[in-house]
């Protein structure tokens, strides 16, 4: 993906009015063919030094948010009571609520992308792999792909 830094107010959500005035975003100019065709990238990566606060940090210091937060409800297919969704500023509360459902909190081992400590890979109840060796899973919705390392690959 090729394009070019520039600055612009940027909205998601308008009828929430979640708009980041000065957001510095990709303008997507060109791309490989495989790839969704989008025009531009936001994103919602922790803060970087490269790349400048996150949308969300904009939005915290903008003080359209209160809280530098985004809660990821990922429903499971075929299932009409849990719905993908996404929380700008916070998370579902309602979630809690039930006590058949389960939420899990992850810290980040990357502090420029989510990436989280991967403990085993399982293919069925087959266990590819358990190590003490720390490795990291990213967790990316914008790639249909799953990247492992070569040495893991070997493992799967």
Do not use: H
Request: hydrophobic share 40%; charged share 25%; glycine share 8%.
């Amino acid at each position: 993906m090729k394009g070019d830094d520039v600055l612009d107010t940027v909205c998601i959500f308008k009828k929430d009015g979640l708009c980041a005035k000065s957001f510095k975003f990709l303008a997507v100019s060109k791309m490989d063919p495989s790839m969704l065709d989008i025009d531009g990238g936001i994103g919602l990566a922790p803060d970087d030094l490269a790349n400048g606060p996150s949308f969300i940090a904009t939005l915290q210091d903008q003080t359209i948010i209160s809280e530098k937060k985004f809660g990821l409800i990922i429903g499971p297919k075929n299932q009409s009571d849990i719905k993908s969704t996404i929380t700008i500023g916070g998370y579902d509360e309602t979630m809690f609520k039930d006590e058949s459902k389960v939420i899990n909190w992850y810290p980040i081992v990357n502090q420029a992308r989510w990436e989280i400590a991967l403990q085993d890979l399982k293919m069925g109840n087959k266990s590819i792999y358990t190590s003490s060796k720390k490795r990291g899973a990213v967790l990316d919705s914008f790639f249909p792909y799953i990247a492992i390392s070569p040495s893991d690959f070997v493992a799967f």
